[in-house]
Structure formats: C-alpha cells, structure tokens
C-alpha cells in the first residue's frame, strides 16, 4: 500500500521560505512521478509543481516559477518542494501525490495521481 507523508508546513511571512517534504512508502521511488498540489478552502486545487520518474523533468504552475523548487531523492524516498518568495495567500493545504510512470505524461504532467498524501497546512502571513 502506497502512502505518502508530508511535512515541512506552517506559518511564514511574506517572503519567506519553506520547504516541503514527501516522503514515500509501499512503492519503489524511480517508478512513479511525484506532484505537489495545494487546496485553499473553498477553492479549487491547483497543481503547483511536478517531476518526472524517468528523467526528472519538472514542471511548474506559472503562479510558482522562478520561486519554488521540487526536486526529489529515490535513496531516501523523498520528494522536495522549496518556496520561496512566499506571498500572503489564503491558507493552503499542500498535498503530495504519486503517479506510476505508465500514468505520467510530460505534456499533462498533472494527470494521472492515484495515491495523494494529506498535506501539511502553509499559511503566509505578517
């Protein structure tokens, strides 16, 4: 049974950074691409930042380019989201989620995730 187990979340203020964890279990890391969602309440989720299993292409949400990072380490099981630059924004639940390489398409790179983590909470705020 895959899970996945976030961490890294909390308050920050504006400008500042955090960096997300997703660390992987119940699979084998170099077989599935790993994307970083995120949920205020009441609004859609939106996909903010994607890797790829086989050569690590990356993909990013317009709203976060130039400002978060995901980057990942199959020893560890462990996927990374780095923000920074953070603007205030409602409160975000960021959710991992874990596609099968077969599931992954590089042009919907946020298509295809059938096993999600619960995500830790960020909120930026002064």
């Known amino acids: 049974q895959v899970q996945l187990v976030e961490s890294g979340g909390g308050l920050v203020q504006p400008g500042g950074s955090l960096r997300l964890s997703c660390v992987a279990s119940g699979l084998t890391m170099d077989a599935y691409a790993i994307a970083w969602f995120r949920q205020a309440p009441g609004k859609e989720r939106e996909g903010v930042a994607a890797?790829?299993?086989?050569?690590?292409?990356?993909y990013y949400a317009n709203s976060v380019k130039g400002r978060f990072t995901i980057s990942r380490d199959n020893a560890k099981n462990t996927v990374f989201l780095q923000m920074n630059s953070l603007t205030p924004e409602y409160p975000a639940v960021y959710s991992c989620?874990?596609?099968?390489?077969?599931?992954?398409?590089?042009?919907?790179?946020?298509?295809?995730?059938?096993?999600w983590g619960r995500g830790p909470r960020v909120t930026v705020s002064s």
């Open positions: 989620a874990a596609a099968l390489a077969g599931d992954y398409a590089a042009d919907h790179p946020l298509s295809g995730y059938a096993s």
């Open positions: 890797i790829s299993s086989s050569d690590g292409t990356k």
